[in-house]
């Protein structure tokens, strides 16, 4: 299967990549018009910013060294000159306040979308592709990938643009004003680009070292707190202490290194600035003193050296956020492209109202190439009646789940609903066909009531309704507000058995054909087990019913016991029969069925 | 130019990723200063001498950079009046070199000696913070949560560090670069120095006003960011069950619907971003402007030289700094005070389980057991009691706790291993009232296991010689092999030294548990308590772990809850807790007669035994 290279940190992504940046910019394509009006501003920034300098330059050369002009002369000269310098800043104002909004706009809703077809595309893959993937990984090309990039449309558009412009700009009125003194200033920009790049560069590292071990503090602390009671209970106090202290120690060492880092590097960017001002004071002044450069065009090179390195610095330091955040974008689209393993009927059969026949032929399976865990299995299942599968660990009980829910594709052999294979319905369909309790629910923060109705659009009384007919309203009515109850993170925390009693109402809200169950194995409290056996009795009558069972109660139940060992099936009939035959059955019951999970 | 921080005034994508940065500024009640001062005051107190020659450093910088301009400006009039030379302009470049070289040293010194500093309070203070911890008992965990505490140790303590570090640096940088450039300013032109300086005081509240409400904005899309995070996380950790109820369109929607808000949040932290930067410069550039109208007309008027014109645009740059930095400091200090408050409230924080102090030499007891007499019991949040009025002499030998979830079994554990306080005359250990008894003493007595398995990121060896550092190999496979566990271990890659946990291998619940004991058996302690501790272990393997049991701890006492009816019936005594009172004790066979509740669950467990099974 493809690696993705799980490397967050070490992998950087190439700035060239043509076809990266088309697709991105094809997601951005929406909002072209926002783009433009953003570059727009950039190009009026960038000569706004230059413009301030000139204003001055020219007020110094015209008027304030103008002695041979009339006093009045000069000063409305100087009056217009600074109104104009105040409309600049004004527009310079608003026009940076714009672009700064728009772009994040973009950005945003940009992400938005890239993260919202992500989270479809990962619910659409299948549990081939997650069984293979850690959750945390995909969580942070959800979260912070995409973060990551954002910082492309704000930081690539505004600042190197904006950065590289000004730079550009900058560079160019320097020449116009005195070429010898800006070819020296123009050296600046490699030595100070080196220089930058060279420390984002140890900065990334040293950010890295101080950040995992920061994760390591916390991550002890963490256990620490989860076990606080056994760390005292087993006088382990002054180990954790050490311990603590000494990722402690480590981490301030860590942060040391950061500090003289930075302490080297922070100032030499400033040092530049100042050599700069001591070159164009001494070669400038001489310049002036050939007369080949004018007073107002030395300060205006003041000026401009200033609004000189400061992109320059920007520019270094966006270098490297532009980098992890083309890393991000390649790590999104791969996974983006990914495939699902089981497709989907071009043109899936409808399956309108479906008896609930069931039938498994010929099934053989593996989840690892070498290890079989359905050796050719064959049953059928009548509509309406109650199967129990029985069986140890490893029998392939719960893969059989897997398998009719299409969660996997069987290397041999078919399912069929109805005489239909389930291949050639959608997923969508077969789901809905196949009703599921399992051993977990996924609870919706939310009330009970929300978290039953889900989006099947069910009303209050159809619920309640359900609930009453299979005897669950007992199990509502003993919540504080019944179904008002929030339940889920900060609400109320359900039982086993009432978990299990919520996806029971959740799959009758769905009016399966086909019921599966999957027995709670944990313990569950005595209440609420009466109600689950109500429930149980209630809801398989006229359904076909296949239930993975862990309690004698409900095996006795079904209609026909099917006995798996080893991928296979070993015995069928009644409970009693089967106690008649004393075989893999009668050993089962006899180990106590607790033990036959 | 003054010193920028590498940490701008708040930019919420420095750290997206930060765990709970989303964590409301609680109004905790305000302490007095003088408390707080008390956290950091010796942190102070010891690197004094390393704060001062730092902050000497810094102004030393401060007054080089104030000084460069004055050659500049020298050098400006000397070419203005014509009377420059080549060699003097090469003279004033040269001095300015040096002085940027003096510059660059001494940066390197304060930023070494005042961060440096705020990290070594950080750690000192953090590990303060661990140790009280450590001290603490359960009903301060149930009051501060393992989030809120986690959220104390990174972010509370940032936020002290940032105070302490830049903070102070922003501080006195500002305060001196600022006092220093307008005295330089005044120099020049009184008059046009208060001018030039018009639009600073607003910069100055407009960047405090604007950067507490974007730490607001701020604190609001983190807070939607982890929803983010968790809900993509608790939806890709089920993606089984959403498939199974085919609710992936549902998932999407409600993750769109999060994702806006996420996006509206961030544009609401852009607005004032957006504000604040450009705010910063407008007011720079108005201060140009007044320079550029009012000190021309100086300029026109002679009262001014051009060279004073040049040098004032220059410190007038420098002044813009400050001002942004001075709203900076500000919000920083009042965070770095509200985390402080924080942080304080938790050293400041006592246990509710008192520990007298340790009687020199007391002799470990050999057969101890428990006397509960009357035992009324509520946890500090709850209402209602939940041991009410219980009575029970646990002496030596094996006893069985069972009865219905919220009976009070796992409280009593609570109570025996002294997590949580009890009341005088209560509880007796060895026939001493616990509350007589050091802490330590007492749980010297006992090995526990608890519901949850408890394990920690370290070799299975490690984990399970948790209680006896020195354990050797043989010791610890012996309780690997009481408890079961032996063959599982064996068959991971690396035997023992398999690491489990977050970045190891992932343990079964029965595993976990049988883990546990094994730890718990190593120990070999003179009194064994597990709270439901086998559950997911199947019961033949808990029936065979309790016969080496039965012979391992004879004579000593062993404490088991349990809700199946055969590890029960092997106890030598079993009680049945109701309503935090004692329903009924006894043996197997008396529970069975008398006790409905037990009659019940054995009748649930043992149907089979009525349908033909076939026992031994």
Known sequence: MMDFGYSEEGHQGSLGDLRLWRRILAYASSYRMALVAAVLLSLFLTWATLAQPYLVQTAIDRYLTAHEMETAARLSGLGWNSLYYGLLIGLVFFATFAQILLLEYVGQWVMHRLRQDLFAHLLRLDLPFFNSRRTGQLVTRLTNDIQNMNEMFTSVIVTLFNDVLRLAGILVLLFAMNPPLAAIMALFVPLALLITVFFARLARECFRDIRSQLAKINSFLSESLAGIAILQLFHRQNASRATFFALSEEYRRRTFTQIKLFGIFMPLTEFLGSAALAIILWYGGGEILQSRLTLGELVAFISYMRLFFQPLRELSQKYSVVQSAMASAERIFQLLDSKRHIDEPRLPLALPDPRGKLEFRGLRFAYDEDREVLHGLSLVIRPGQTVALVGTTGSGKSTLVNLLLRFYQPQEGSILIDDVDISQLSLERLRTVVGVILQDVFILQDSLLANIVMDTGRGRDEVEEILASTGMAAFVARLPQGLDTPIGEGGLELSTGQKQLLAFARVLCRNPAILVLDEATAAIDTESENILEQAITDSFRGRTSLVIAHRLSTIRRADHIVVMAHGLIVEQGSHEELLQADGHYARLVAMDLKNGL | ?616
């Open chain 2, 1 to 616: 130019m003054a010193e920028q921080t590498e940490t701008t005034i708040e930019d919420p994508r420095v750290n997206p990723s930060s765990p709970s940065t989303a964590r409301p500024q609680q109004a905790a009640s305000r302490v007095p200063l003088a408390q707080l001062r008390s956290l950091i005051l010796p942190s102070f107190r010891r690197y004094r001498l390393r704060v001062a020659s730092g902050l000497a450093a810094l102004i030393v910088v401060d007054f080089l950079q104030l000084i460069i301009p004055r050659f500049l400006k020298e050098g400006v009039d000397a070419l203005a009046a014509g009377s420059a030379s080549t060699s003097q302009l090469f003279r004033l470049a040269l001095v300015m070199v040096a002085i940027a070289i003096a510059v660059v040293l001494l940066r390197f010194v304060w930023r070494y000696l005042i961060i440096g500093f705020s990290r070594l309070l950080e750690q000192e203070v953090r590990n303060r913070l661990f140790g009280h911890i450590l001290l603490m008992d359960a009903p301060f965990f149930e009051k501060h949560g393992p989030g809120d505490l986690m959220a104390h140790s990174s972010n509370d303590l940032g936020a002290v560090q940032m105070a302490c570090g830049m903070g102070v640096v922003a501080a006195v940088d500002a305060l001196v670069m600022s006092l220093a450039a307008i005295a330089f300013m005044a120099a020049i032109d009184p008059m046009l120095t208060l001018l030039a300086l018009t639009p600073m005081p607003f910069l100055a509240i407009a960047t405090r006003k604007l950067s507490a409400r974007l730490h607001r904005r701020f604190t609001t899309v983190q807070e939607v960011f982890s929803q983010l995070t968790e809900f993509s996380r608790t939806s890709l950790l089920s993606i089984g069950l959403l498939k199974a109820y085919t609710m992936e369109a549902f998932q999407a929607a409600r993750f769109d619907k999060l994702g806006q808000g996420y996006v509206r949040g961030n544009l609401k932290v852009a607005v004032i971003q957006g504000l604040i930067t450009p705010l910063a410069t407008l007011a720079g550039s108005a201060g140009m402007l007044m320079v550029l109208y009012f000190g021309g007309r100086l300029v026109i008027s002679a009262s001014i030289t051009l060279g004073d014109f040049v040098a004032f645009i220059t410190y007038l740059y420098m002044l813009i700094w400050p001002m942004m930095a001075i709203g900076w400091v500000a919000n920083l200090v009042q965070r770095g005070l509200t985390s402080l408050n924080r942080i304080h409230s938790l050293t400041a924080s006592t246990p509710l389980l008192v520990d007298p102090p340790a009687a020199p030499g007391q002799a470990m007891v050999a057969r101890p057991g428990f006397v509960v007499e009357h035992l009324t019991f509520r946890y500090p949040a709850g209402a209602t009691p939940v041991l009410n009025g219980l009575s029970l002499s646990l002496g030596p030998g094996i006893h069985g706790i069972t009865g219905r979830t919220g009976s009070g079994k796992t409280t009593l554990c609570r109570l025996l291993t002294r997590l949580y306080p009890v009341e005088d005359g209560m509880l007796f250990f060895a026939g001493s009232d616990v509350n007589q008894l050091p802490l330590d003493y007492l749980r010297a007595h006992i090995a526990f296991v608890s519901q949850e398995p408890v394990l920690f990121s370290d070799t299975i060896a490690a984990n399970i010689a948790l209680g006896r550092d020195g354990a050797s190999r043989e010791e610890i496979v012996a309780a690997a092999r009481a408890a079961a566990i032996h063959d599982d271990i064996e068959r991971l890659p690396e035997s023992y030294e398999t690491l489990i946990g977050e970045r190891g291998v992932k343990l079964s619940g029965g595993q976990r548990q049988r883990l546990a004991l094994a730890r718990a058996l190593l120990c070999d302690r003179p009194l064994l308590i597990v709270d439901d501790g086998l559950s997911a272990v199947d019961t033949a393997t808990e029936h065979q772990v309790f016969s080496g049991l039965r012979e391992h701890f004879h004579g000593k006492t062993v404490i088991v809850v349990s809700n199946r009816i055969k590890l029960l019936s092997m106890t030598d005594h079993i009680v049945v807790l109701a309503d935090g009172r004692v329903e009924d004790q006894g043996d197997h066979d008396h529970l069975l007669r008398v006790n409905a509740l037990y009659r019940t669950m054995h009748d649930k467990q043992m149907r089979q035994d009525d349908s033909g099974e076939r026992q031994p």
